[in-house]
């Protein structure tokens, strides 16, 4: 049980130093928003490319010439957090999937075990596992609003 909280921990904790790693990547000044969400006040609309004021075309959204409607001063952080969501998202999915199948593998075990203790506490660990798998994906859905409260 120890090592499910260590390997959960090393990967919440990996996901959240990628987020940035990701968006310094970034070659252009702009990007396009793949949730809806609001920042400052305003709100920012899913595949909606935004980008630093007077710019006129980005490398996230090719062919589409942008206007004062998709600039903002606050550009780096609408990406920034663009990118939380996606890594929280995909987190949660994955998290999400694994509980699942955890689940269904201890629904399996308690049906084998034939009363055998050891199978039964087997299965048992399986499930607690499934349910530290979803209290941790629910809290990655967190993340970005503590990020945003932090900002």
Request: net charge positive; proline share 3%.
């Amino acid at each position: 049980m120890k090592k499910i909280f260590a390997v959960l921990f090393l990967i919440s904790f990996l996901a959240v130093l990628a987020a940035p790693l990701v968006t310094s990547a970034q070659v252009a000044d702009c990007c396009k928003v793949r949730r809806t969400f609001e920042f400052e006040t305003i709100s920012y609309v899913k595949d909606t490319c935004y980008a630093a004021t007077g710019t006129t075309a980005c490398f996230g959204c090719p062919g589409i010439t942008l206007s004062s409607t998709n600039w903002t001063e606050s550009w780096g952080m609408v990406c920034i957090l663009n990118s939380i969501y996606r890594v929280a998202d995909l987190a949660f999915a994955i998290l999400l999937a694994v509980s699942i199948l955890l689940i269904l593998l201890s629904a399996f075990t308690f049906m084998t075990a034939g009363g055998t203790p050891e199978k039964v506490n087997k299965a048992r660990d399986y499930i607690l596992y499934a349910l530290v798998g979803l209290i941790v994906a629910f809290l990655a859905r967190a993340i970005p609003s503590i990020v945003k409260m932090l900002i």
